[in-house]
């Protein structure tokens, strides 16, 4: 070791006897300083505007603008100019053969030069480092471990950079040469994921050997050891190439003799990086305090109680227009959307099967290709995209296997346990397009426990959940590529027909009644009565002037307030209004408690205002609320396009805030009974879920989860919530913002030039 650290501390010396080492210490300095001084005026411009800030740590460091991120980007343009040196001096000066005659082995050689540069990479860490102690002093409750992670991540990654670059130093005597094959080399381990994606197994190398994106994870806060190895492989397997050039030269061994060796020593690198990123051999650490990285409690234990095998197939149709998000180039970038939860599993088997087939979402075929058969489609497609076409199913054939029609023969996941339990995993139609992790989660808990079957009553004129009526209730209750959809939320929908001898099944758990337009017969009068009372639960949508809904909601105590409410805005019909959760509404579900930090909304048109008229034995809670723009209950207009509404006292009108979601409950038996009353039958409606209110913050699709996780009793949908961050605060004023951005600017540089050039200065005239 003695040897070793010599090799070290004169490599150092030389390298700092260099322009170039402080040359690349100043600008990183500079830049780096730059980048955190401009971070930290964005977050100051919103704290002083009103926004609320959030997870202040980790939109430093590690978001997408954040300071670890930056830096991963631009630290390979560094690394060859600091590497170039390393060999190519000693061999283009000759000092290689006073080496060679030395008593000192190549691996000693090797191991020093690479010593200096994991010296030198300390230094530049201390450069970042000393940017989160300013934001220790400046950011109240800083979160300090993720910080450590991604330091140690772009430690690594320097690492990395400077075996690849002494590699490449050690092939060459022309230090420019030796630079540009640094960039080159790390320009092609960057692009390797991208290489042969399209062969089994062969795909996994190759992804596996790609350095681009490699410190992300744990930028944001996850420590996994496939990252760590990747990076410890790395340097190993160049250090290690690097040796057997030098003694290659020493020994004058023969070329077949050279080559072979570095052959076992890449495959040696491979197979060990192919093991370590098996699921079943990775460990993580995540160092986040809210574990943002890692599955939510309630998922993990889900998860815990997937016993047995399970497999995820997913299907993929070649004339599909989102086939390709599955093709073979993209698999390991689409296992990436199931990493987390095959962490909590990680025998699961994931499969990829692929045919062609006609698609529900690609009309475009029909226009390119008019009087084409599928096949002659799926041929042309396949020589577009370069695949081979015998690796698709026929449509007989994968009919044979499983019927897709249902899902309209688009991107789909089937997952299977064991006991023969199986769901569909889909793809929703907005920006987000993959399930996320309230979606996977219901799926598998459909399968461990038993959820909700909800009963849309029908017969009285209500909406019906199939159809595409503007009014009905299809999108948010069946629709297939809705990702706020109850079936895609782990329940169970169905219609309910309570006449003539029809009786409620014993399943149901909740019932919608959504506005009926005439009373119900007797006999499913009394059927529907017998399950109120014996505590089932509700949801009950109406509209103002109801006779038929208002007798209904009677025998629960409630009643709309005459008239239908009115908030007068600009180019907006006035019977459109606004209508924001409550703070009450925080104790009914999650999602209300998010709506009001997000100012989000619920918009209405035609709209009943509901008060308490007497007690039923219901405790009643505000859910929704008209905001304190000016409402009241119109009576008398009726044309709100073409005539203006104004407020008559004498008419009963009257200017206030009022409820138009309530929710009731009450104890029956050991039960607690749970009713949802909206006065709005339409805002949850397949037209009504984009309200015609021109006002940022729409959210009536958040109406569906919140209510439905209260009368689920939190079952569905599975609550993924987090905690909320600590570090909210930034001790920072505009004139305390300039001291430190001129200071990391200016200041720090500046006695990094100064103190170099006067170095250098007097060694030249040593």
């Known amino acids: 070791m003695r040897q070793i650290f010599k090799i070290a501390k004169a490599e150092l010396f030389t390298l700092f006897y260099s322009p170039i080492a402080w040359m690349i210490l100043v600008v990183f300095t500079f830049q780096t300083g730059m980048g955190f001084a401009d971070t930290m005026q964005e977050m100051l411009r919103g704290q002083s505007s009103g926004l609320g800030l959030s997870f202040i740590s980790a939109n430093i ?11 991963q980007s631009y630290l390979y ?28 082995t190549s691996s000693q050689i ?28 400046i950011v109240d409750k800083f979160e300090l471990a993720p910080v450590l ?116 020593v890449v495959i040696a690198a491979m197979a060990l990086g192919y093991t370590t990123s098996r699921p079943i051999f990775m460990a993580y650490y995540d160092t986040t305090e809210t574990k943002r990285n890692t599955l939510t409690p309630n998922s993990q234990a889900i998860m815990a109680k997937l016993d047995g095998g399970l497999t995820i197939t997913t299907y993929v149709n070649l004339l599909d227009r989102e086939g390709y998000n599955g093709m073979p180039e993209m698999v390991n970038e689409d296992k990436q959307q199931l990493k987390q939860y095959i962490r909590f599993k990680p025998e699961t088997k994931l499969k990829y099967v692929y045919y062609y087939d006609t698609a529900s979402n690609n009309p475009r075929l029909n226009f390119v290709y008019k009087n084409k058969s599928l096949a002659e489609m799926a041929q042309k497609e396949a020589e577009i995209k370069d695949l081979d076409i015998d690796m698709f199913l026929k449509p007989e054939e994968i009919r044979k296997q499983i019927n897709l029609r249902d899902e309209g023969n688009v991107f789909v996941r089937l997952v299977e346990r064991e006991n023969g339990q199986k769901a ?109 009372a014996n505590g089932g639960n509700l949801v009950v949508t109406i509209k103002p002037g109801s006779a038929v809904m208002e007798s209904f909601i009677s025998q629960f105590g409630v009643k709309t307030i005459p008239g239908q409410l009115v908030q007068p805005k600009t180019d907006v019909a006035a019977n459109a209004v606004i209508c924001r959760p409550t703070n009450a509404a925080i104790s009914i579900a999650p999602m209300f408690e998010l709506m009001i930090k997000q100012h989000a909304y619920v918009g209405m048109v035609k709209a009943a205002g509901l008060v308490m008229a007497e007690d039923k034995g219901f405790k009643a809670t505000p859910v929704l609320q008209t905001d304190t723009m000016k409402t009241w209950n119109e009576t008398q207009t009726i044309d709100f396009v073409n005539d203006s509404a104004s407020v008559d006292i004498m008419a009963g009108e009257k200017a206030d805030s009022f ?73 920072l004023t505009k004139g305390s913002l300039k001291v430190v951005k001129y200071g990391l600017m200016g200041v720090i540089p500046g006695l990094l030039l100064i103190g170099s050039s006067i170095l250098l200065i007097r060694r030249r005239r040593k």
């Not at 540069?117 to 230094?123: C, F, P, T």
């Open 149 to 264: 992670s991604g330091l140690l991540a772009i430690y690594l990654l320097m690492c990395a950079y400077a075996a690849i670059g002494l590699f490449m130093s050690s092939l060459t005597s022309y230090q420019v040469v030796a630079a540009l094959g640094t960039l080159v080399l790390l320009g092609t381990l960057s692009y390797m994921n991208k290489v042969w994606q399209s062969i089994d197994f062969v795909r996994d190398i190759t992804y596996w050997l790609s350095i681009s994106g490699r410190c992300n994870e744990m930028i944001a806060g996850l420590i996994c050891t496939e990252d760590v190895l990747y990076f410890i492989i790395v340097v190993a397997m160049f250090l290690g190439l690097s040796i057997l050039k030098l003694q290659a030269n020493r020994t004058h061994a023969s070329f077949s003799s050279v080559w072979s060796k570095y052959a076992l």
């Open 659 to 731: 409820v138009t979601a309530m929710a009731l409950s009450r104890k029956v038996g050991n039960k607690e009974q749970r009713i949802m009353i909206i006065g709005d039958a339409d805002c949850i409606s397949n037209g009504g879920m984009k309200p015609p209110i021109r006002y940022y913050g729409a959210s009536n699709f958040s109406l569906i989860p919140g209510m439905f996780h209260w009368l689920s009793y939190g079952t569905v949908p599975v609550d993924v919530s987090r905690p909320h961050s600590k570090d909210n605060t930034l001790f």
């Open 424 to 532: 569909f995993l889909r793809i929703y139609e907005d920006m987000m397009k993959f399930p996320d992790e309230a979606e996977i989660s219901a799926v598998f808990k459909r399968m461990v426990m038993k959820l909700p079957k909800i009963a849309f009553l029908q017969g009285q004129g209500e909406r019906k959940i199939e159809g595409d009526r503007i009014k009905d209730y299809t999108l948010f209750s069946s629709v297939k590529t809705f990702r706020y959809a109850l079936t895609n939320q782990g329940c169970d929908v169905e219609t309910l027909d309570l006449s003539g001898n029809n009786q409620i099944p014993k399943g149901v758990d909740i019932i919608v009644v959504s506005d009926m337009l005439q009373d119900m017969d007797s006999v499913s009068k009394r059927k529907l009565d017998a399950y109120i």
């Open 61 to 71: 460091f590690s978001g997408q603008r954040g300071l670890l991120a930056s830096v």
């Open 77 to 104: 343009l560094y690394m060859p100019l600091l590497t170039m040196g390393l060999m190519s001096r000693e061999l283009s000066s000759g000092s290689i053969k006073l080496l060679y005659s030395s008593p000192i």
């Open 110 to 137: 090797i191991r020093g030069k690479f010593l200096a540069m994991m010296a030198y990479s300390l230094l530049l860490i201390a450069v970042l480092l000393v940017y989160v102690v300013v934001c220790m002093f």
